[in-house]
C-alpha cells in the first residue's frame, strides 16, 4: 500500500470511528447506514461529485457549499451532514470514498454481518444470487451480504472475496495456471 492510501485511510478510519460512535450513541445506526448507501451510490454515478471531492481547484467555502447541498437533497442525518461540513472545513473530503467503505465495515460488525464481493463473468440471477448468498453465510456462520459486479475478462466463473479469503473459478485464472504449467513444460 503506497504512503498516500495509507494516509488517507488512517483519516478515513479515525472520521468514520467518530462518526460511528456518536451514531451508536444516539441508537442511529440505521440512518447512519442508510446515509452511507446514498454517498456510495452518489460517489459511483457522479463525476462532478468526485471532483469536487479531490480537485483542489474548489476551495473550502465550495466545497462546504456543495456538500451541504448534496447532504440536504440526500437528506442525510445530521451527525453525517456535520461530520461532511468538517471534513471539508479541513479539506478532507478526498478521503469520503474510504470513509464510506470504513462506515459500512463498522456497521457490517456491529450488526454481525460479513461483505462478501462476488464477481462474475455474467450478471448473476436473482435466484443464484440467493443461493450463493445463502452458502456463503453458512460457511461463515454470519449473515452474508453479496457485492456483486460483472468483469468480461473472467471468461467463466467466480471470484469470491470474502474477509481476508478469495477463491478463484474463473476460466481466466485456469487458464492462466495452465499457461504457467506450460510454460514449466517447455
Known amino acids: 500500500?503506497?504512503?498516500?492510501?495509507?494516509?488517507?485511510?488512517?483519516?478515513?478510519?479515525?472520521?468514520?470511528?467518530?462518526?460511528f460512535e456518536l451514531a451508536k450513541e444516539e441508537n442511529n445506526i440505521g440512518a447512519l447506514e442508510a446515509g452511507a448507501d446514498l454517498l456510495d451510490a452518489a460517489l459511483k454515478e457522479s463525476a462532478e461529485f468526485r471532483d469536487l471531492i479531490s480537485s483542489p481547484v474548489y476551495s473550502r467555502d465550495e466545497q462546504a457549499g456543495a456538500i451541504g447541498a448534496?447532504?440536504?437533497?440526500?437528506?442525510?442525518?445530521?451527525?453525517?451532514?456535520?461530520?461532511?461540513?468538517?471534513?471539508a472545513s479541513?479539506?478532507?473530503?478526498?478521503?469520503?470514498p474510504q470513509l464510506v467503505a470504513s462506515l459500512r465495515a463498522l456497521?457490517?460488525?456491529?450488526?454481525?454481518?460479513?461483505?462478501?464481493?462476488?464477481?462474475?463473468a455474467q450478471p448473476l440471477s436473482k435466484a443464484n444470487l440467493d443461493e450463493l448468498t445463502k452458502v456463503l453465510?453458512?460457511?461463515a456462520d454470519k449473515t452474508v451480504k453479496v457485492n456483486a459486479t460483472v468483469d468480461n475478462s473472467l471468461i467463466g466463473g467466480l471470484v469470491v472475496k470474502m474477509g481476508s479469503k478469495m477463491i478463484d473459478?474463473?476460466?481466466?485464472?485456469?487458464?492462466?495456471?495452465?499457461?504457467?504449467?506450460?510454460?514449466?513444460?517447455?
Open 1 to 19: 500500500m503506497s504512503d498516500s492510501a495509507s494516509i488517507s485511510s488512517g483519516i478515513a478510519d479515525r472520521y468514520a470511528t467518530a462518526i
Open 70 to 87: 448534496i447532504a440536504k437533497k440526500l437528506e442525510l442525518a445530521p451527525m453525517l451532514s456535520n461530520a461532511l461540513a468538517l471534513m
Open 90 to 96: 479541513k479539506r478532507r473530503l478526498f478521503v469520503l
Open 107 to 120: 456497521i457490517a460488525e456491529e450488526k454481525g454481518e460479513m461483505t462478501a464481493d462476488v464477481i462474475s
Open 137 to 139: 453465510s453458512a460457511s
Open 169 to 186: 473459478t474463473s476460466i481466466r485464472a485456469k487458464l492462466n495456471a495452465l499457461q504457467n504449467t506450460m510454460k514449466e513444460v517447455g
